[in-house]
């Protein structure tokens, strides 16, 4: 009966995506929704977008085993990048009226860093949207009462969520996801309560996980812990910035003001409403320890719908198992298509400099099919948890991405060669320590490290060889084939 009622909705989410895919005709449509978006259907996706199942599952297991100390990247992290990013990366880049963050780099520096960063971005959202993936296959093998393998629950997750993203892209997206945040919001707010009441009541439960020190989140007074520490906020609020996925957001809005708002607000909410799967999560290990203690050592991330599962009345595993799902859908299909445009635009265009806005759409198209294949063949293969994948997606982006982004929009003497070292140094860095260096035996993180030594690379660069448009905004000048170059 559960299963048929979610697989319903399901169907239902289709349709939706097929009715708004409509009002797609040109590859602006597609990737931006025509910047046409209002307030709280922007607010919606920047919100749903990254309250997926990494909150839902990921970090509510992580809580339960380490508290708040394990959550600094996400959410703590997490909400900084979105309000940062409304706040200070908002408005110039919406201004710009640009179709994917990769343009940036080719507009304001030139081909060679807009092809090396742009594949960046589209092989950091590798982990994210694997993740998104494995949760769809965790939630079938769940409702199914392991009828349905986790391996065949990740296929049929993923197939739905490319059929609407595959036909409508960005109106779709927008669209389901507006559906899926009311469901969600209803959905969590009944469980919470539920939950509560069967634990006792939400003062007990706040109480006992503080007596626990579950609530303790800041470093000890030691200099690893602290490096340690800020690693993790560093990788998620920075790194997260240069992401095709949250520029996607904001430049489909309809105005100036939507775009600075509805990203910092969504970063807001998304930061309150992240504490509600924590409550859930712990609830559970006081309505049934046993449980609690063996999903803990098996797989923490099945506590929290296995409490619902096998602890609640079936409307309310209907409600919260329809609003995990869109949870869970909403991320998947805003980070299926932000890589899929971003190799579309910024790597394949440049191959094929003729392309027209029909050839455009028609590739974006068919890298978004070929992108969720070899992310659900990784989500297969992968046994890294949902935590660690999207923990580690956002390495690349921080060591090679940021610091070119955040030096292009506000240092006006920031120079191609400048960004080249940036990102050279950046990566080569990062990567020599990634893969040589155990990670237990360094004082620093390696993305922190690269970090620094991308913005070496960009200092070093910029004075040795500044940037002869310096004087002009942005290191614009002419336009070209209808494409800007610097």
């Not at 494995?134 to 009462?145: H, I, K, P, R």
């Not at 935590?387 to 929009?409: D, S």
Request: some cysteine.
């Amino acid at each position: 009966m559960l299963l048929t009622i979610i697989t319903a909705y399901l169907a239902l989410s289709i349709v939706i995506g097929v009715v708004a895919a409509r009002r797609v005709r040109t590859a602006s449509d597609y990737i931006t929704a025509g910047r046409n978006l209002p307030m709280p259907v922007v607010m919606a996706m920047v919100f749903a977008t990254w309250f997926g199942s990494e909150t839902v599952l990921g970090i509510s297991a992580t809580f339960l085993e380490e508290g708040f100390r394990g959550l600094i990247s996400d959410p703590l992290g997490a909400s900084i990048c979105l309000i940062l990013f409304g706040l200070v990366f908002a408005l110039p880049l919406y201004r710009m009226k640009l179709l994917t963050l990769g343009d940036f780099f080719r507009r304001r520096y030139d081909r060679r860093i807009e092809l090396v960063v742009s594949l960046c971005i589209v092989v950091s959202y590798l982990g994210w949207v694997a993740a998104q993936v494995t949760a769809l296959g965790l939630v079938f093998n769940v409702l199914s009462d392991d009828v349905v393998s986790m391996n065949t629950g990740m296929i049929i997750g993923a197939a739905v969520v490319l059929t609407y993203t595959l036909l409508g892209g960005m109106w779709s997206v927008a669209v389901t996801t507006f559906v899926q945040m009311i469901v969600i919001v209803v959905g969590l707010l009944i469980v919470t309560a539920m939950a509560g009441d069967m634990a006792g009541g939400i003062p007990t439960v706040i109480a006992k996980a503080a007596e626990e020190g579950k609530f303790s989140f800041l470093p000890e007074l030691d200099l690893v812990d602290i490096l340690g520490w800020t690693a993790a906020l560093v990788t998620m609020a920075l790194g997260s910035i240069p992401q095709q996925d949250v520029f996607q957001r904001v430049n489909s809005s309809r105005n100036e003001s939507i775009a600075v708002w509805a990203t910092t607000l969504g970063g807001v909410a998304y930061f309150f409403f992240a504490a509600i799967p924590l409550f859930i999560a712990y609830s559970a290990s006081i309505i049934d320890p046993e449980m609690t203690t063996k999903l803990m050592a098996d797989d923490s991330q099945l506590v929290l719908p296995t409490l619902v599962a096998t602890h609640m009345p079936l409307w309310v595993q209907v409600v919260f198992f329809g609003a995990l799902l869109s949870v869970i859908m909403s991320t998947a299909s805003g980070t299926l298509l932000a890589p899929s445009v971003t190799f579309a635009e910024n790597v394949l265009r440049g191959f094929i400099p003729d392309m027209t806005d029909r050839q455009l759409l028609l590739y974006t198209r068919i890298t978004v099919f070929v992108f969720t294949l070899m992310v659900t063949v990784y989500a297969v293969l992968t046994e890294a948890s949902i935590h660690t994948m999207v923990e580690n997606a956002y390495r690349i982006t921080l060591a090679g991405a940021f610091v070119p982004l955040a030096a292009g929009l506000f240092w006006r003497r920031a120079s191609n060669l400048g960004a080249i070292l940036s990102v050279f140094f950046g990566l080569t860095t990062w990567l020599l320590l990634e893969l040589s260096v155990d990670e237990e035996s360094l004082v620093v993180e390696p993305q922190l490290i690269g970090l620094m030594f991308s913005l070496v690379g960009m200092i070093v660069g910029s004075v040795l060889k500044p940037n002869p448009h310096a004087d002009r905004p942005h290191g614009m000048v002419e336009h070209h084939h209808g494409r800007h170059v610097a």
